[in-house]
């Protein structure tokens, strides 16, 4: 069975100071691994991909996350927070099964507020 | 850049009432998909399309239904609507398989809030 756990149900940082909101997953298969942000009222937007390529990935906005598989993590990290990256955060795992549909598994979300 | 447009931001129904969700994708992608978010429940899937015409169940579908008839449309119905389907649902389309790797992905809608008093 696939699931995500997102270990954070809220994460608050001061601007500037770095970010690290942290997601575990287990999978049958090799997955793919996405970081989506969703701003109030706004619809989901892709941060970030990995699909066996390089470990460490980088996305929009100055994010990052790395694919540790013996840790079976996939965190997500910024080095210096902005005021505009208060959002919620969804990590989300992609069992990738050959051929067809696949399947998008959602964590909890973590809210991520930054404050002056 | 791939655009998935859900018609209504904000509903309000009342208990009973049929209701219809519309998707609107303008990338010719043959999957489509309706989500349901919840505070702290992520988002779960209800019903997802790979084809027109074709349909499969997601981890939710009790209480909702769906229709494909034009491969840019996806329509997400609650035949009965109740004040426990009071939500955010999210429409999602994926690109198709030879799009590249790394045009490949989900592309989400803005979101309809639906309120069911």
């Known amino acids: 069975a696939q699931s995500v756990t997102q270990l954070d149900s809220h994460v608050s940082v001061s601007e500037g100071t770095p970010v690290l909101l942290r997601c575990n997953y287990s999978s049958s298969y090799s997955p793919s691994l996405f970081w989506y942000v969703q701003h109030p009222n706004k619809g989901l937007q892709l941060l970030l991909k990995?699909?066996?390529?390089?470990?460490l990935v980088k996305g929009i906005n100055g994010f990052e996350a790395e694919f540790k598989k013996s840790e079976t993590s996939f965190h997500l990290t910024k080095p210096s927070a902005h005021m505009s990256d208060a959002a919620e955060y969804f990590c989300?795992?992609?069992?990738?099964?050959?051929?067809?549909?696949?399947?998008?598994?959602f964590g909890a979300g973590t809210r991520l507020a930054v404050h002056p | 850049d791939v655009k998935v447009t859900q018609s209504s931001r904000y509903l309000v129904k009342r208990t009973g009432e049929k209701v219809f969700l519309e998707c609107v994708q303008d990338m010719d992608h043959e999957n489509m998909f309706w989500y349901r978010q919840d505070p702290g429940l992520g988002l779960r899937l209800i019903y997802f399309s790979y084809d027109v015409k074709m349909k499969e169940k997601g981890d939710i579908p009790e209480g909702y239904s769906v229709s494909r008839e034009k491969k840019e449309r996806f329509s997400l119905i609650l035949e009965s609507a109740s004040t426990n389907q009071t939500s955010m649902y999210l429409c999602a389309s994926l690109s198709n398989p030879g799009q590249g790797a790394d045009y490949y992905g989900y592309t989400f809608g803005s979101g309809t809030r639906l309120t069911v008093v």
């Open positions: 989300v795992v992609s069992p990738m099964f050959s051929g067809g549909y696949n399947k998008l598994i």
């Open positions: 990995y699909t066996s390529a390089a470990t």
